[in-house]
């Protein structure tokens, strides 16, 4: 009997070895193709939302805005005018926006403290132009209505600054809504004198003679030892909160675009005629060298915007919402 036990003891012991060896065996063998195809299926991150302006800033996403076409990082909005983006801004549409450097800090204001900006894009762009031949210096459009663009943003309280610190106190603007209108009424001859950013101020200048031209950043200049910081790249709060690593890539891949802008003129040129950010690529390419593209982030992101900043709100306050931003405004690290 007790031998029987013994043996009966044997065979349970073995058979569970045998089971217990079956198991790891199944454990270690590599699943069917499609519990492979399952067990991996991640999905891809949403790409990152992005509108931008036309005109410099457009220029500079060009290569970012081609290269996202196949790559699928990136889904980019182009559009006419900055009101544009600030509805897109604060609906959550986009994540990141290209935008006027005072309407950064204005939609800080406006948000209860939602949005950051990341870098600066684009220096000074702006240029008075005449074609009445009675403007030859900025003095000579005391008395003369002047056309404009961004009516509440930058272009408005760089050319109110400029005016002011000159002593001219009778000059009168007439703001436009879009870059391409008022440069298409300067052409047709129904706009005389206008503020243009390149690469609009470009396109009248190349298709009309004996346009007087007058570089608004050397009057600035003139007047202020603070560089014009005329645009910036600014994002929601949350995604810089919560997607750092889509942020620092975005840094990354405009920095490339920016500087492939500045130093391939002719290759980006084709890229903004094919993307309708402006329809002519012989004139893109001409006005690539006075666009002012640059992608400053970091420390010195911040003391250029601060800066520029500071001189606004003590123009105007309300050019900057009514309050500087605090530090939490300026993406640093």
């Known amino acids: 009997m007790k031998r029987t036990f013994t043996l009966l003891l044997a065979v349970i012991m073995t058979a569970a070895m045998l089971l217990s060896m079956v198991a790891c065996g199944a454990e270690n063998q590599p699943a069917d193709d499609n519990e492979v195809i399952s067990s991996s299926n991640v999905q891809p991150s949403q790409p990152v939302r992005i509108a931008a302006l036309n005109g410099p800033t457009g220029i500079s996403v060009a290569k970012l805005a081609t290269d996202a076409a196949e790559s699928g990082e990136y889904d980019v909005?182009?559009?006419?005018?900055?009101?544009?983006?600030?509805?897109?801004?604060t609906t959550g549409e986009v994540d990141a926006a290209f935008v006027p450097t005072n309407l950064a800090s204005v939609l800080y204001n406006k948000t209860g403290g939602s949005i950051r900006t990341a870098a600066v894009t684009t220096l000074g762009v702006l240029y008075l132009l005449d074609t009445s031949g009675e403007v030859n210096s900025l003095a000579d459009i005391d008395g003369k209505t002047v056309g404009a663009t961004g009516q509440g943003s930058n272009p408005e309280y760089i050319l109110n600054y400029i005016i002011e610190g000159n002593g001219l106190e009778n000059v009168t603007t007439q703001y436009y809504?879009?870059?391409?209108?008022?440069?298409?009424?300067?052409?047709?001859?129904?706009?005389?004198?206008?503020?243009?950013p390149v690469p609009f101020a470009t396109q009248v200048a190349t298709k009309l003679e004996g346009v007087n031209s007058i570089d608004l950043q050397a009057e600035w200049a003139k007047i202020s030892d603070t560089p014009i910081a005329q645009g910036v790249l600014v994002c929601t709060a949350d995604f810089a909160d919560n997607n750092k690593a889509d942020l620092d890539k975005l840094l990354a891949d405009f920095e490339v675009s920016a500087n492939f802008a500045n130093e391939n003129p002719a290759e980006t040129a084709q890229y903004v005629e094919k993307l309708g950010i402006i329809s002519s690529a012989a004139l893109t390419e001409k006005a690539i060298p006075q666009c002012n593209i640059v992608c400053i982030t970091g420390e010195e992101m911040k003391s250029t915007v601060s800066d520029f900043l500071e001189v606004l709100y003590a123009a105007n306050p309300k050019s900057v919402g009514g309050a500087m931003p605090n530090d939490d405004f300026y993406v640093v690290g």
Do not use: C, R
């Not at 909005?77 to 801004?89: K, N, Q, S, Y």
């Open 77 to 89: 909005t182009f559009v006419g005018a900055p009101d544009e983006i600030t509805g897109l801004l």
């Open 177 to 196: 809504t879009e870059h391409s209108e008022l440069a298409a009424l300067m052409i047709s001859g129904d706009v005389k004198t206008a503020m243009l």
